[in-house]
């Protein structure tokens, strides 16, 4: 057999990197289920008509094909791989909401599937980490102000960069550009959102061109797109650009709520962004965007925001706001520039010795011990001489050898060799597992 051929896109991490990944997985769940967010897991496949409500996203889909289907047999090509876990839950929510308690509060942590041109930091397979609250008729507001508190409480927990969540209000933008009098609104939030890709002189003339706006209004549009503050010093700024609509007014005080609590409970950690646009169709208010401090040139690693029209059926509404972590797009940027590392290559914390092959059984007992009181431990895979075993035992990083000749425990890095018993001993906290780091230059 040949060797195979890497497919781009689809990261396949070594074990030391999964295990990083792992313990990411661990505190992100965690904080979640600290803040009251139940788990689910949904379906990896959805009919394409429920994929494309998003908007602007046919080209990203991969459509589901079976290779025996009949003649003329569609029915799998209408079918796609979910590209994100909102749609799904959207859904979910729909289906299942008789016997769901709301507000829903749920998190989502699951692999999804993007058809488009893999980067760094971009990825055809990924894994996306999300929380959502969703509720019936109406949903109050407190819960747009509770996500990027969740957000930075998850990730500054984690050995990375700081992280700066990004904070704008579609009902800014909107009730702006209707007060200068744009018809096409939705047009020009696409065009905003961007500004980052193609600069102001190429936004400027998608408004022209996309949303009918004159010179004139897009040069408005983009002294409210430079707007950026800390604090919610963003409602003056945006006053003296002499522009007035009622919704204009509602999305500055609910973006000026969102930043008085940002920087009452986490100081530093939000910034009114008023370029933040979040060109997909269905937000409606608080949009979210996150750069990870020394990669900002890669874009976001976390985003999200309000929507109240995505799950709806008749009469039956169900508002809700959420936001969603790239794990892998974060992770995959930190591996390339060699930013996390981990103590050890195994989960093992100990090696037993072997010191005859017809004294496995003896080894194995010991090994059973100590798993039994949650201790990593593996036996020796052959019974060479005591120091190819340690040996061994260095090169995978695991820190202790058990001897069960002498009955002692050995730290391999410091060569301090004790008496142990396997029903009692303990080693470190920070021996039990392996730590992950951040690597500074």
Same mark, same amino acid.
């Given at each position: ?54 908007? &602007? ?8 094909? %079976?290779? +025996? =289907? $009949? *003649?003329?047999?569609?029915?799998? @090509? ?126 400027? &003339? ?8 004159? %010179?004139? +209004? =897009? $040069? *408005?549009?983009?002294?409210?797109? @430079? ?139 010991? =090994? ?74």
């Amino acid at each position: 057999m040949s060797r195979p051929t890497p497919i781009s896109g689809f990261p396949e991490w070594l074990p030391p990197q999964r295990m990083i990944e792992q313990r990411v997985l661990d505190r992100i769940r965690t904080t979640f289920e600290l803040y009251g967010f139940a788990p689910l897991e949904t379906r990896a496949v959805e009919p394409l008509d429920q994929l494309l409500r998003k908007g &602007e996203t046919s080209k990203e889909v991969y459509v589901l094909r %079976r290779l +025996q =289907a $009949d *003649a003329g047999d569609h029915t799998d @090509e209408s079918l796609g791989l979910h590209f994100d876990l909102t749609v799904p839950l959207a859904r979910y929510v729909l289906e299942n909401a008789g016997r769901l308690q709301f507000p829903f509060r749920r998190y989502q942590i699951q692999k999804v599937w993007r058809g488009e041109r893999p980067q760094e930091g971009r990825y055809r397979e990924f894994v996306q980490a999300d929380i959502d609250v969703v509720d019936r008729d109406t949903l109050s507001f407190q819960y747009e102000v509770e996500m990027p508190l969740v957000i930075g409480d998850a990730l500054g927990g984690l050995p990375i960069p700081p992280v700066r969540i990004q904070v704008n209000n579609r009902k800014v933008c909107e009730g702006f550009y209707r007060g200068i009098g744009l018809s096409d609104p939705e047009a020009a939030l696409r065009a905003v959102d961007r500004l980052d890709k193609i600069g102001p002189a190429g936004v400027a &003339e998608q408004l022209i061109q996309t949303a009918g706006a004159s %010179r004139a +209004q =897009a $040069d *408005a549009c983009l002294a409210l797109a @430079e707007i950026s503050t800390p604090d919610s010093s963003f409602v003056d700024k945006v006053a003296k650009l002499g522009v007035s609509h009622p919704l204009l007014d509602q999305g500055l005080a609910e973006l000026a709520q969102v930043m008085d609590a940002a920087a009452e409970h986490a100081p530093g950690l939000c910034f009114a962004e008023l370029k933040i646009a979040r060109g997909l169709d269905y937000y409606t208010g608080t949009v979210y965007e996150t750069q990870l401090r020394g990669y900002e040139r890669f874009g976001s690693i976390c985003s999200g925001g309000r929507y109240d029209n995505l799950a709806a059926a008749g009469r039956d509404r169900f508002p809700g706001v959420g936001i969603s972590i790239g794990v892998t797009r974060l992770l995959g940027l930190l591996f390339n520039a060699g930013a996390l590392s981990v103590s050890r290559s195994v989960p093992t914390c100990v090696l037993v010795a072997l010191p005859s092959d017809e004294r496995r059984a003896e080894s194995e007992r010991i =090994a059973a011990s100590l798993r039994a009181r949650g201790i990593p431990t593996e036996v020796s895979p052959t019974a060479a001489k005591y120091g190819r075993q340690i040996r061994f035992a260095e090169r995978r990083g695991i820190p202790y050898v058990w001897f069960p000749d002498s009955g002692e425990v050995k730290d391999i890095r410091s060569g301090d060799q004790v008496p142990a018993d396997p029903a009692s001993w303990q080693p470190p906290p920070a021996d039990l597992h392996p730590q992950i780091s951040g690597v500074t230059e």
